[in-house]
């Protein structure tokens, strides 16, 4: 079969630890349909900055564009935190988002069933709740001019939010197709009642919604969808949003569920090039332990699978054995109920390669 | 004693039932406690629309900028929602916070004993949660410039977030004091890796920090803060943060608790100068019905009392007339678990004036 490249980002913290465990889960995927993978390491983020002098250097970038997917651990960490801004670890990450054209995250915040008890929230009013943020992920104010300057009353800072029309139309249309695909629901979350960008945002989505009857479209202001999350997390399909509103509402969508360290991400761009990697960040104050989760990015590997390569079956097969592993009772600490009985990283690697 | 001068909005939905029923409560303590109260009401929102073609008539203001408090039930209703941006409810909301300075919005997050059970949240996680959220109300993406324009890609819109040095210090200082009239602990919430107007924030409450050394601090970013709040509720006491922001935490904040039905909130501009309004919005559904809950803008007038008159015997009293009315097992259907058994939006203003 075909040859897939595939960019390999370990990065800080504990994303070394994790990505070890999907490369053998990689590797025996290969062994077992038949597929030829080729993986290519790149330093990015904090190791990147100490290493090259920045977090984006310009071989990891080519490497990333002649590979068909990328695959991250996790960056970041408190030794790079007071850097200046071209030195941080984010800077990258905002930098490949954009260099790379990943308009789109894709963030499903599902329950693991071994995980219902982890949540905060009441099991009854989790029962059932299995949604995607769909979050735009190259525009608005993470990417607008920002600037300083004296103003009348001192020093002043700006951002600026910036949506056009095209912009908004492919993440919408993807949204509504992937609506499509699952339960037929989709929530577009925006402030159209005080931003000019959320107006822009829901008139696209306006025009496009008679392209997709089947799908039943809600508008929800971003103040009241932070409340409707928690209020009754299971009526909610597809969400729908822009950049910031993206990040803040992924972020409590994914806690809600109590199996934050459990779940994957995609960034999309156009075609079927997309970065994967886990929900959760790089843990440094775990990080060489052994005590890392591998699972969330073992199944971002699944997800990479079945929207870059569309290997299906692969895909199921994996995220089979991830469920095959965590009913046989294996927990690494984390996750674990007792402690005592955690295994290690490699440990639930393994378990998850031999089920697969 | 002095006569207090109270601008009274009832406003659209259940406005005007919670504000009759706090306007009872405003007479009695009159009796009770000897004040003098003038109060003159005023038409806003999507009334004043309706009756004035503009949701903030001059005189409305002119009325509260010659009282010393405003009291304000809700505004809105899908009625106005499709109107032009001039023509809606919520432009009044802004213009009225602009107009009378209020740049700072408090919204207090209680768990009410008798409501526990109505959160989505397990209550051991809820158990003590008690916090503030304080939100600057008159700057940032609300606004900044906004327009729409031709793009490279089409048509484009663009929101502006501006923040000088002086609105945050005020804003930020308001904060730290609140904070040290309660459990010493203040949360900073922006997206400093991001944004160029939250790392002004960040270094004017850096500079400020060394002023108030009881106090606190930790610096929260945003999506981390949206987590945060549903993890470990009970461990925020202060939350400060700008506009928009603010917006989406302080109403995940008010639904945590469950009670966000019984929520008061003050805005408050310079000086002793406020207006004060339930969390809960103008329910349009329920209204006309006698089914709405008057606590909240019970509670609101309690505030008034406190922060703007420094009548702390009048706002205990009354918060005590509430709890002994809710100990006694009296529900609006709102909040009631046999509906059946639930009283009306008059009987439940009586019974708290009654208790008083
Ligand atoms: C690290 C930060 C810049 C980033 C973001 O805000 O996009 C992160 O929170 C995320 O969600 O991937
Ligand atoms: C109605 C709307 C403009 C308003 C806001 O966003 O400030 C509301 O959500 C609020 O919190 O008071």
């Given at each position: 079969s075909e040859v897939k490249k595939i960019a390999v980002i370990a990065g800080d913290g504990i994303g070394p630890e994790v990505v070890a465990e999907a490369e053998k889960v990689l590797k025996r995927t290969e062994e077992l349909f038949g597929y030829t993978f080729e993986t290519e390491h790149a330093l990015f983020g904090g190791i990147a900055i100490d290493e090259r002098g920045t977090p984006l250097p310009e071989d990891t970038l080519a490497i990333c564009r002649s590979a068909?997917?990328?695959?991250?651990?996790?960056v970041g960490g408190p030794k790079w935190d007071n850097n200046p801004k071209e030195l941080r670890p984010e800077t990258g990450l905002l930098?490949?988002?954009?260099?790379?054209?990943?308009?789109?995250?894709?963030?499903?915040?599902v329950v693991f069933d071994c995980l219902k008890d982890a949540s905060t929230l009441k099991p009854e009013v989790l029962?059932?709740?299995?949604?995607?943020?769909?979050?735009?992920?190259?525009?608005?104010?993470?990417?607008?001019?920002?600037?300083?300057?004296?103003?009348?009353?001192?020093?002043?800072?700006?951002?600026?939010?910036?949506?056009?029309?095209?912009?908004?139309?492919?993440i919408v249309r993807q949204a509504f197709e992937i609506a499509g695909k699952r339960r037929n629901k989709l929530a577009s979350v925006d402030k159209a009642n005080v931003l000019e960008t959320s107006r822009l945002w829901r008139e696209v989505v306006n025009r496009l919604a008679p392209e997709y009857p089947q799908?039943?479209?809600?508008?929800?202001?971003?103040?009241?969808?932070?409340?409707?999350?928690?209020?009754?997390?299971?009526?909610?399909?597809?969400?729908?949003?822009e950049n910031m509103f993206g990040d803040i509402l992924s972020d409590e969508a994914a806690m809600l569920t109590g199996s934050i360290g459990?779940?994957?991400?995609?960034?999309?761009?156009?075609?079927?090039?997309?970065?994967?990697?886990?929900?959760?960040?790089?843990?440094?104050?775990?990080?060489?332990?052994?005590?890392?989760?591998?699972?969330?990015?073992?199944?971002?590997?699944?997800?990479?699978?079945?929207?870059?390569?569309?290997?299906?079956?692969a895909a199921a097969a994996i995220e089979a054995a991830v469920a095959e592993?965590?009913?046989?009772?294996?927990?690494?600490?984390?996750i674990a109920v007792d402690k005592s009985k955690a295994i290690s990283t490699t440990e639930m690697g393994d378990l998850i390669v031999a089920a697969i």
């Open positions: 068909d997917a990328v695959l991250l651990g996790a930098g490949i988002r954009k260099a790379l054209g990943l308009f789109s995250n894709l963030r499903p915040a029962e059932g709740t299995d949604l995607m943020v769909v979050r735009e992920l190259t525009g608005g104010i993470y990417f607008g001019e920002k600037l300083r300057r004296q103003g009348e009353h001192g020093e002043e800072a700006v951002d600026t939010c910036v949506y056009n029309v095209t912009e908004v139309e492919r799908v039943e479209l809600e508008h929800v202001l971003v103040d009241n969808c932070a409340m409707q999350l928690l209020r009754r997390p299971s009526s909610f399909d597809v969400i729908v949003t459990m779940l994957a991400s995609a960034s999309l761009g156009e075609g079927s090039y997309g970065l994967y990697e886990p929900v959760h960040g790089s843990a440094p104050d775990i990080a060489g332990q052994g005590l890392a989760n591998p699972i969330a990015t073992i199944l971002s590997l699944a997800l990479m699978f079945r929207m870059t390569f569309g290997y299906e079956n592993v965590l009913d046989a009772g294996h927990r690494t600490s984390d």
